[in-house]
């Protein structure tokens, strides 16, 4: 059964392969179907074409993946990744279509038009799934339960970042010998450092220890995932 983060990279993949053939078919159904083309001919043509399609999807995702499926917006924005991935998928469908010789057939000015019409379907797209998957992650769901260990002045800046909903963390504390200095209200002390592998027996739905590098805004390391 799939969790619900691989469900909804699942669900994204297959929602946006089938834009892109949606919007190939639009584009140059004429040429897919003449009058004189077999059912049959049409179908082995339109699914090698389907097959090419989802070839330079991948390569276009595989360049730059989707950034809200990461827990950072560290990984581009909607409308840059969007950009090199169609880039992308145009230059892999181009190299294939001169390799398998159905290049003459559909390659024209219609193709700069589909990509531009791609472009900007899947970056609707992804910014409504954006908003979606940002609100499951507000209400609780996706969520990854962590805890920090140490006192370092890197557990609050990793709290404030972390804290911000679209990226799905629940923080339930910290685990220090000495209390933090200026800690968020919010930011609960669980106990000392030795008590960190009983609390962690206790508690099966944590997801991940974060042991801060001092002096390293932004960097962590993981002791446990």
Request: aromatic residues 16%; proline residues 4%; glycine residues 6%.
């Amino acid at each position: 059964m799939y969790q619900l983060p691989n469900f909804l990279k699942l669900g994204m993949y297959i929602s946006e392969i089938v834009i892109v053939n949606l919007l190939f078919y639009v584009f140059f159904k004429q040429r897919l179907c003449p009058h004189s083309t077999s059912p049959f001919d049409v179908t082995a043509l339109y699914g090698f074409i389907s097959m090419s399609l989802t070839v330079s999807y991948f390569a276009g995702v595989w360049v730059r993946p989707i950034s809200f499926f990461y827990r950072s917006d560290r990984r581009g924005s909607i409308l840059g990744n969007v950009f090199a991935c169609c880039t992308t998928m145009g230059g892999v469908f181009w190299i294939l279509a001169v390799l398998f010789t159905f290049y003459d057939t559909f390659f024209s000015w219609h193709v700069i038009e589909l990509l531009v019409c791609i472009y900007a379907s899947l970056a609707v797209w992804r910014f409504l799934c954006r908003q979606l998957i940002q609100s499951l992650r507000t209400r609780g769901h996706n969520a990854h339960r962590v805890v920090f260990v140490g006192n370092s002045e890197t557990v609050i800046e990793l709290y404030n970042e972390m804290k911000r909903p679209l990226y799905g963390y629940l923080v339930e504390g910290y685990f220090s010998d000495e209390p933090l200095a200026d800690a968020p209200a919010d930011l609960k002390l669980l106990g000392t450092v030795s008590e960190v592998l009983p609390y962690v027996a206790e508690n099966t739905q944590l997801q991940q220890l974060i042991l801060p590098a001092a002096r390293q805004p932004g960097h962590a390391y993981y002791a446990w995932n």
